[in-house]
T-cell receptor, first 110, second 112 residues
Framework: KNQVEQSPQSLIILEGKNCTLQ??????????LRWYKQDTGRGPVSLTI?????NTKSNGRYTATLDADTKQSSLHITASQLSDSASYIC?????????FGGGTRLMVKP | DVKVTQSSRYLVKRTGEKVFLECVQD?????MFWYRQDPGLGLRLIYF???????EKGDIPEGYSVSREKKERFSLILESASTNQTSMYLC???????????FGPGTRLTVT
C-alpha cells in the first residue's frame, strides 16, 4: 500500500480559478515533504520543500501547507494558468529515503 | 542550472533484447538515481549510486542492472527486456543526500 496518497487523481478547472490538491501520508518518522510539478513528457521539477516544523511555503502562485499532526499537506494554486496543466507529485522523505505519491493530474481549460 | 540528460526520449525494443538507458549530469553531483514511473504507482526507485563504481538496490531492482564508470554518467541496463518493463524511466541526480534531486526528461520505453 502506497504510504503517500494524493487526491484527487485528476482535476479539471477553468483558467483563472483556484484549486487545492491534497496529500496524506503515513510514513514515519517524517523528515520533510516536497511538491513536484511534472509536465507531460518531462521530468519532475521541484516546487516547494517543507520540514516538519514548517506550516506553509510559497513559490509564486503555489502555496504548500503542512500539518504534521494529521500528516496532511495541500498544494494551493491561485489564479490558475494554462501552463499549470501538469501532474503534481507529493514526496515524503523518511531519513534518506523518498516515498512518492501517485500524483494529481491537473488540466486547466481556457 | 543543473542539467540532467537522458539518451533517448522514446525507445521501442523487442522482448529479450538488451537495453541500455544512459543518463548524464553536468553538475558534478555525487548521487544518481534511476526510477520508473507507472500510472497510479508513482515513482519507484530501481537503483541508485552514491559514487563512481558504487551502486545500491532500490525498491524494484529485479530485471535491471546499472553501471557508473564515470561520475557524470549512470546507465540502466535491462539484460533481457520484458513487456512488463514498458514504462517511463526517469534519471535523477543530487549533490548530497537524497533530497535535492534534479530529474532528467525521462525515457518512454515500450517493449513489444
Amino acid at each position: 500500500k502506497n504510504q503517500v496518497e494524493q487526491s484527487p487523481q485528476s482535476l479539471i478547472i477553468l483558467e483563472g480559478k483556484n484549486c487545492t490538491l491534497q496529500c496524506n501520508y503515513t510514513v514515519s518518522p517524517f523528515s520533510n515533504l516536497r511538491w513536484y510539478k511534472q509536465d507531460t513528457g518531462r521530468g519532475p521539477v521541484s516546487l516547494t520543500i517543507m520540514t516538519f516544523s514548517e506550516n506553509t511555503k510559497s513559490n509564486g502562485r503555489y502555496t504548500a501547507t503542512l500539518d504534521a499532526d494529521t500528516k496532511q499537506s495541500s498544494l494551493h494554486i491561485t489564479a490558475s494558468q494554462l501552463s499549470d496543466s501538469a501532474s503534481y507529485i507529493c514526496v515524503v522523505s523518511v531519513g534518506n529515503m523518498l516515498t512518492f505519491g501517485g500524483g494529481t493530474r491537473l488540466m486547466v481549460k481556457p | 542550472d543543473v542539467k540532467v540528460t537522458q539518451s533517448s526520449r522514446y525507445l521501442v525494443k523487442r522482448t529479450g533484447e538488451k537495453v541500455f538507458l544512459e543518463c548524464v549530469q553536468d553538475m558534478d553531483h555525487e548521487n544518481m538515481f534511476w526510477y520508473r514511473q507507472d500510472p497510479g504507482l508513482g515513482l519507484r526507485l530501481i537503483y541508485f549510486s552514491y559514487d563512481v563504481k558504487m551502486k545500491e538496490k532500490g525498491d524494484i531492482p529485479e530485471g535491471y542492472s546499472v553501471s557508473r564508470e564515470k561520475k557524470e554518467r549512470f546507465s540502466l541496463i535491462l539484460e533481457s527486456a520484458s513487456t512488463n518493463q514498458t514504462s517511463m524511466y526517469l534519471c535523477a541526480s543530487s549533490l548530497t543526500g537524497y533530497l535535492e534531486q534534479y530529474f532528467g526528461p525521462g525515457t518512454r520505453l515500450t517493449v513489444t
